[in-house]
């Protein structure tokens, strides 16, 4: 695009970009925030993606997902403090499950892995998920960097349907461009798998029927949030290639 320069870097050592309009950050908030507090960038406006995962991990059985929480919230608050003393209006975006680029650490890899094994489990659980579309949450950074009420505020952010997690995992296997063999996954086979599993697993299988949604009245009302019903496609599993 004209007029755009692209810089890559490791934000361990990433160069100050002096003064800009706006700062996106759009990976994780922890490494942002220890850049953005090294830095002497000073930009009219921050939009930074966290997570709901600050609430939903907080109390998890696995350690490892409460120290995800807890990072969460110091990243946050650190974020919140620096913009602060250097005059910068910042709002934080908090998305539900991410998918559509292909990226995420959720769905992207049960397809992985149905494309290698040509199977996809099928579990009935009933908990809601409200997936968002990683193109309508970049929308969403643009629509709030542009909309002055949106100034130290902190949304909540998911897809325009909710739906039980069983249902959510069936039309991910209904978008993939190869057959799979359904496996079901019944109630009490995961019951016992979760007393058997890893710790690390203790936390997501006992989410399975916990409802996982977002509040997003507020950003309807500040910013226009319209998100997509989830009706993935192939394409929603594709990493983008990676440019010279």
Known sequence: MPGVQWTIADLRHAPDPGVVDVAFSCGPLDAFADWFERSGVRAARVVALGSLSIDSKR?????????????????????????????????????????????????TPLVRRARRWRVFPRIDARGLRQPVHADDLAMACIAVAREPRCAGRIYALGGGERLPFGQMLARVRESL???????????????AARSLAPRRLHGALARLEQDLVADDAAARADFGWAPRAFRPDARCWVAPEPSD
């Open 59 to 107: 109390d998890s059985p696995d350690p490892a997902e409460r120290e995800v929480a807890r990072r969460l919230a110091d990243a946050e608050c650190r974020l919140q403090a620096a913009a602060a003393a250097r005059g910068c209006a910042w709002a934080v975006l908090r998305p539900t499950l991410v998918y559509g680029a292909g990226l995420d650490r959720s769905l």
């Open 177 to 191: 461009p190869f057959a799979t063999v359904a496996l079901p996954l019944p109630p009490p086979l995961l019951r």
